[in-house]
């Protein structure tokens, strides 16, 4: 699995040079990508260290956001292809990553404000995906519920969609009950089923549904012996079912069935449009935070007058250690250089005389992070 980072070094001379000799660090254990980053509204240093710290609070929201629906694509789906931004891959969105002026407007608005609208809009998307969540599960447990009622052995299992019309005789004097036989007990049944009471209608058993262990069978007789024909039944093992068949019944069952399907296929196909749309947006906001703290890191630590270089560092996992150790010690005493008090560091306690953001772009990254 590939780690990504964003990293910022004072641009000595300039950034390219910068850019450039952050390949030759990382030689071919990494690919190096451009991160730009525009002009953005400095302000004051106090807001800039107040934005510091609130930055890396709405960094690891806005993560949390992304990987959520992202794990929720994962289970509408049911496969493990990780959605794409805009129709592309996930990791262009980080690699070919663009400010959209159109949309947050760095010119005229100010960092704070920037990142509090960022903020307001990852929390409408998180609520949105906590009510979709909630209205889904509840239609998906109807159905399980319903399901499970037609589940298991004839002894339990609802027999509202195996008894028809036909199976029942119910008039003013006759009714019909519904026995549960084992198969090791079949014969036993038909020999003895008409001598249990008196006033069993001959000949009107037969067996309707089988499972692996047992039999269901129907047999009319007269109301006023079924009593005594249940507790006579159960003495030789037959288990009489508390049922009645009820043709309303079955038709408003077969109706909430049919409506609670069609409504799980439309919740679930709107959800899956709403994820993939909402993902993108909620993976572009958490871009442009990811930049926004770049740059107030990179302020902050070497000044406002320094201009850096930022890129995007896609690293195998394997390699990781050896190249961070080798960008730190590059950049030692570049680092000292230009400290002005930052230490913010992403994910790593450890300081590094560079801007340095752990960047899981998958749920599963952030999972099994190392750095």
Not at 157 to 183: A, C, W
Not at 188 to 206: A, G, H, N, Q
Not at 344 to 358: C, G, H, S, T
Request: aromatic share 10%; glycine share 4%; proline share 4%.
């Amino acid at each position: 699995m590939d780690n990504y980072w964003i990293v910022s070094v004072p641009g000595q001379p300039t950034p390219n040079d910068s850019y450039r000799n952050l390949h030759s660090i990382c030689g071919n254990h990494a690919q190096i990508f451009k991160f730009d980053i525009p002009g953005l509204r400095v302000g004051q240093f106090d807001t800039l260290l107040s934005l510091s710290d609130s930055l890396g609070r709405i960094d690891g929201f806005a993560e949390q956001v992304t990987h959520k629906i992202e794990k929720q694509f994962y289970e509408l789906t049911k496969k493990t292809d990780p959605p794409t931004v805009a129709g592309a891959p996930l990791e262009q969105s980080l690699m070919n990553f663009q400010w959209d002026p159109t949309k947050y407007l760095w010119q005229r608005t100010p960092l704070n404000q920037l990142v509090d609208r960022i903020a307001e809009n990852l929390s409408q998307i998180e609520e949105n995906l906590k009510q979709r969540i909630s209205d889904f599960s509840v239609t998906k447990g109807s159905i399980t519920s319903m399901q499970r009622k037609t589940a298991g052995s004839l002894a339990v299992r609802s027999l509202t969609d195996i008894v028809t019309e036909e199976d029942s005789i119910e008039t003013e004097n006759i009714t019909t009950l519904f026995v549960v036989v084992p198969k090791f007990l079949y014969r036993e049944w038909e020999t003895k089923y008409e001598t249990l009471t008196d006033m069993i209608v001959p000949r009107s058993s037969r067996i309707i549904e089988e499972d692996a262990e047992s039999g269901l069978y129907c047999v009319s007789l007269f109301k006023r012996v079924a009593d005594e024909f249940k507790q006579k039944a159960r003495d030789l093992r037959f288990t009489v079912r508390d049922f009645a068949y009820d043709a309303d019944s079955v038709t408003t069952s077969h109706e909430e069935k049919a409506r609670l399907e069609t409504q799980f296929q439309q919740q679930w196909a709107e959800f899956l449009r709403w994820s993939r749309t909402n993902y993108g947006e909620a993976m572009q906001a958490w871009m442009h935070l990811k930049a926004i703290r770049c740059f107030v890191e990179s302020v902050l630590r070497f000044g406002p007058s320094v201009e850096f270089c930022s890129a995007v560092i896609k690293i195998r996992q394997k390699s990781s250690r050896k190249v961070l150790e080798n960008l730190t010690r590059a950049y030692r005493d570049v680092g000292a250089a230009f400290a002005t008090g930052s230490t913010m560091n992403d994910d790593d306690e450890e300081y590094r005389p560079f801007v340095f953001l752990n960047t899981p772009l998958y749920a599963a990254q952030a999972e099994h992070r190392t750095l």
